[in-house]
């Protein structure tokens, strides 16, 4: 089955350390996305890459990274800078003007 | 840049009536693509409907329609015959043509639809 898999569902990490969550698709799309959704605040742009070896910031970059080493594979680091880590963070890509998105990643920070 | 705005953030119906959800946007471009998604408590997102500024139809499936005015930046979902499944989180997105779909999407904060039995 082609489709967008992110692990895993829920993460939990303490404070000050920083996290990477997956995200790979099979889908043979070449734009890629990281998107963080909180309560009542929609779905934020974090990073989006169009093609491999290359990614440009969304709305709310700061404090995240991320690569894109293989055209499958876009993981988003949350670094130790990032204010309010705790969120639902969705990951998609896009073929033509349609976005398929993962099952998202729950991250907790205490 | 481009906004997105919902103002209803909660509404809750009888099970087969119809249902309305609002969504204005604002930007400067002429070519673009609007969509709804339903997020259900799984949290998957499902694309709903997509409609093409360029087209003057309104866009339907099955009991989805859409209400396109794009002079007045309005882009309303609707919901027909409504289902207990229909209860889920609805956003309203915005995708710019001009850097060919893959700049991302500009979404609204959402619609809370609640179907009551």
């Known amino acids: 089955d082609g489709g967008i898999t992110q692990s895993p569902k829920y993460l939990f990490r303490k404070e000050g350390q920083n996290v990477t969550l997956s995200c790979e698709q099979n889908l043979n799309h070449d734009a890629m996305y990281w998107y963080r959704q909180d309560p009542g605040q929609g779905l934020r742009l974090i990073y989006y890459s169009q093609i491999v070896n290359d990614f440009q910031k969304g709305d709310i970059a700061e404090g995240y990274s991320v690569s894109r080493e293989k055209k499958e594979s876009f993981p988003l680091t949350v670094t130790s800078a990032q204010k309010n880590p705790t969120a639902f963070y969705l990951c998609a890509s896009t073929q033509g003007y349609e976005q398929y998105f993962g099952p998202g990643t729950r991250l907790t920070v205490t | 840049a481009q906004t997105v705005t919902q103002s209803q953030p909660e509404m809750s119906v009888q099970e087969a009536e119809t249902v309305t959800l609002s969504c204005t946007y604002d930007?400067?471009?002429?070519?673009?693509?609007l969509f709804w998604y339903k997020q259900p408590p799984s949290r998957q997102m499902i694309l709903v409907i997509r409609q093409e500024a360029y087209k003057q139809q309104n866009a339907t499936e099955n009991r989805f329609s859409v209400n396109f005015q794009k002079a007045a930046k309005s882009f309303s979902l609707k919901i027909s015959d409504s289902q207990l499944g229909d209860t889920a989180m609805y956003f309203c997105a915005f995708m710019s043509r001009s850097g060919g779909g893959a700049d991302g999407l500009t979404f609204g904060k959402g619609t809370h639809l609640i179907i009551q039995p």
């Open positions: 930007t400067s471009e002429n070519n673009y693509y």
